[in-house]
């Protein structure tokens, strides 16, 4: 039995930067679209990053195979890249412990039932479904 295939678009920011913060996903399964989106009254452009990706992946109900595209190189690259050194050094980076472990965890944690395969595409760059997350976070952010 093959695994529900589901496309996923992430975004996150503040303004300023730290500040106030939103996070958005546009998830897209069998054809249908589905929005999320919500703020944090004081984060991180890099801790909504993370939360937009976490929020998606729980969103799902079964465990799927996933696209997930993102525009952050820090978590495209911390999870495909930096992870496994993290973990073999106890959460400590080349600058020390790892920023956001927290939600780092979570994430962990909230892809583990999943198939991802994580895609870092250019922000600001004309892609509808990043346009779009882009968009959201705005709107959330400015709740």
């Known amino acids: 039995m093959?695994?529900?295939?589901?496309?996923?678009?992430?975004?996150?920011?503040?303004?300023?930067?730290?500040?106030?913060g939103g996070w958005a996903a546009v998830i897209i399964k069998d054809g249908k679209t589905m929005e999320l989106?919500?703020?944090?009254?004081?984060?991180?452009?890099?801790?909504?990053?993370?939360?937009?990706?976490?929020?998606a992946l729980k969103s799902l109900k079964e465990p799927?195979?996933?696209?997930?595209h993102t525009d952050s190189q820090y978590l495209q690259k911390g999870i495909t890249e930096w992870m496994a050194g993290w973990l073999k050094k106890n959460w400590r980076g080349s600058n020390g412990p790892v920023l956001n472990q927290d939600l780092w965890k979570e994430l962990l944690a909230a892809e583990k039932p999943h198939d991802v395969t994580w895609k870092w595409v250019r922000g600001h760059a004309g892609n509808r479904f990043n346009v779009r997350a882009d968009a959201l976070v705005h709107q959330a952010r400015n709740r």
């Open 64 to 68: 799927s195979q996933v696209e997930l």
């Open 2 to 20: 093959s695994l529900p295939r589901v496309t996923i678009y992430t975004d996150g920011g503040c303004d300023p930067n730290p500040g106030r």
């Open 37 to 55: 989106s919500g703020f944090d009254s004081d984060s991180t452009n890099n801790r909504m990053e993370l939360t937009a990706a976490i929020r």
